[in-house]
């Protein structure tokens, strides 16, 4: 009963960890769509005269503004959102050593996956996204 209650604590931390790892990969996603958006309206306002008025959207309300006021704060946006997304790159490498590591730690194995990596296939029936925790003999 004790060894099935601590096979299912190791799962709950894997389990915990990946879910950190795909809210990160999630965020990165979603800050790197910001990015391209600030790309696209940088390179379409250079082209424009300074004195044009445009709008932009500041906390759901869109203001008017001059290019000249609208571009150095788009470009500082968006040298901090790169910045951001760096950040999280190198989060989200973290992560995967963390979770790595506590695979080798637990011997934990996702089914579908042999000792090198491939697939094993019995009966033809592979089930993708399970766990599997090894005994460990001490």
């Known amino acids: 009963m004790k060894d099935k209650k601590g096979q299912e ?5 894997f389990q ?9 990969a999630a965020k990165i996603n979603e800050l790197q769509q910001d990015l391209n958006e600030h790309k696209i309206v940088i390179e379409t306002l250079e082209g424009v005269d300074g004195d044009r008025k445009c ?7 869109l203001v008017e503004r001059t290019v000249k006021d609208v571009v150095p704060a788009l470009v500082n946006n968006r040298d901090k959102l790169g910045k951001l997304v760096e950040s999280l790159n190198t989060q989200l490498t973290d992560k995967g050593a963390e979770i790595n590591g506590y695979m080798e730690k637990h011997q934990i194995q996702i089914r579908g996956q042999g000792q ?5 296939e019995k009966d033809g029936d592979v089930k993708s996204g ?9």
Not at 16 to 24: D, F, G, I, K
Not at 130 to 138: A, D, I, Y
């Open 9 to 13: 604590e190791i799962i709950a931390g």
């Open 16 to 24: 915990s960890l990946r879910n950190e790892q795909r809210s990160v």
């Open 55 to 61: 709008f932009r959207m500041v906390g759901g309300v």
């Open 116 to 120: 090198e990596g491939k697939k094993e």
């Open 130 to 138: 399970g766990v599997l925790v090894s005994q460990q003999s001490n």
